[in-house]
């Protein structure tokens, strides 16, 4: 298949998501050697989880198909620019390439706006709408020095 087909077949995937009232138009394929090894539509309103994104549920039914946690030599094909939170999973599974439709100002249109995200992201913690609170920073890190040493950790 050629990069055009499998983006026709994430953007088939949002329309058949928008007809049949599982979600938000957004679809996606994953492809590996040609061939797509991961599928996802957007389930955020079918099944109540806000994070239940075209992009997060194909990672997770590729990874399922490949029997791994990371995506190293995939592409990903997304009918619209990933939001902020698929932007940092992609990333976590390692695809190597983001193909996209729909930009993010299109998704904003169709009254998908994520700018408040990215705003967010640079305020300083204080100045988020969301507060932030440190609490039990010294027992949380004695955690990751006994991850630093334990001998059955998996990398990633």
């Not at 990903?76 to 729909?102: K, L, N, Q």
């Not at 408040?116 to 949380?140: G, N, T, V």
Request: charged share 30%.
């Amino acid at each position: 298949m050629y990069k055009e087909e499998f983006m026709k077949e994430a953007i088939a995937l949002a329309h058949k998501c928008m007809e049949d009232g599982s979600g938000g138009p957004f679809g996606v394929v994953i492809v590996k050697d040609g061939r797509v090894v991961g599928r996802g539509r957007n389930r955020v309103t079918a099944d109540n989880d806000p994070t239940a994104h075209a992009e997060v549920m194909a990672i997770r039914d590729a990874c399922r198909q490949l029997d791994t946690f990371q995506l190293d030599g995939c592409e990903i094909y997304t009918s619209c620019e990933p939001c902020p939170m698929c932007f940092g999973a992609i990333y976590w599974a390692h695809i190597d390439r983001i193909y996209y439709a729909a930009n993010q100002y299109d998704a904003s249109d169709a009254g998908f706006d994520d700018s408040f995200i990215y705003k967010e992201i640079d305020l300083p913690k204080s100045e988020r709408s969301i507060p932030f609170e440190q609490h039990e920073r010294a027992d949380a890190v004695k955690v990751f020095e006994q991850w630093k040493k334990w001998e059955g950790r998996i990398d990633y």
